[in-house]
């Protein structure tokens, strides 16, 4: 059974600094690996989006990787500001019809 | 595209009322998903629609819960006899397989149930 984790659970930075927010999972066989925001008490957006076949996708201050073989993605934020305060949520895609198993997510405050 | 909408976003009931749920997805996008989530974890997938056919419902969904997508446009989602472990947030989300390469799901803004 495919599980995802993140860490870490929370985090909390100064404004400018750059992050790095993990992401792991149990089985390589995935069909790709996306990273949402989801701002309190509201919908997901989507980020980024890796196929299996492909190392990184970047967008803006934004970058993920994927490592299928070792189960890690990581997503990378450079210059960290206020607004990027939300939970990131990374999820796998199995396959087929492509159903997300998501994580339960890293909240980041961003502080002035 | 107006992105995936949903109705009620916020719904309050006593339990053991039932209660029903509205997604509409992006034109013609021809997937649509439900999740739930609870607070602190990441949503879990309930079920899938392509067009009008639910080809997966998962173990969480019991028999309480049927959702529909007639058409194969708009979506429901009913719960029957609501208990209080059903609150949670109720995510829609739509695709389009024949149009993208990689199949991006855009989610709703979520209905939030709170059974008291």
């Known amino acids: 059974k495919q599980e995802v984790t993140q860490i870490p659970a929370a985090l909390s930075v100064p404004e400018g600094e750059n992050l790095v927010l993990n992401c792991s999972f149990t089985?390589?066989?995935?069909?790709?690996l996306q990273w949402f925001r989801q701002d309190p008490g509201k919908g997901l957006t989507s980020l980024l989006l890796i196929q299996s076949s492909q190392r990184e996708q970047t967008s803006g201050r934004l970058n993920a990787s994927l490592d299928k073989s070792s189960g890690r993605s990581t997503l990378y934020i450079a210059a960290s500001q206020p607004g990027d305060s939300a939970t990131y949520l990374c999820?796998?895609?199995?396959?087929?019809?492509?159903?997300?198993?998501f994580g339960a997510g890293t909240r980041l405050a961003v502080h002035p | 595209d107006t992105g995936v909408s949903q109705n009620p976003r916020h719904k309050i009931t006593k339990r053991g009322q039932n209660v029903t749920f509205r997604c509409d997805p992006i034109s013609e996008h021809n997937r649509l998903y439900w999740y739930r989530q609870t607070l602190g974890q990441g949503p879990e997938f309930l079920t899938y629609?392509?067009?009008?056919?639910?080809?997966?419902k998962s173990r969480l969904l019991s028999d309480r819960f049927s959702a529909e997508r007639p058409k194969g446009s708009f979506s429901t989602l009913e719960i029957q006899r609501t208990e209080q472990g059903d609150s949670a947030m109720y995510l829609c989300?739509?695709?389009?397989?024949?149009?993208?390469?990689?199949?991006?799901?855009?989610f709703g803004p979520g209905t939030r149930l709170l059974v008291l």
């Open positions: 089985d390589s066989a995935i069909y790709n």
């Open positions: 999820a796998v895609g199995p396959g087929g019809y492509n159903k997300l198993i």
């Open positions: 629609f392509q067009n009008e056919a639910q080809l997966e």
């Open positions: 989300a739509s695709s389009d397989t024949r149009r993208e390469v990689l199949e991006t799901q855009y």
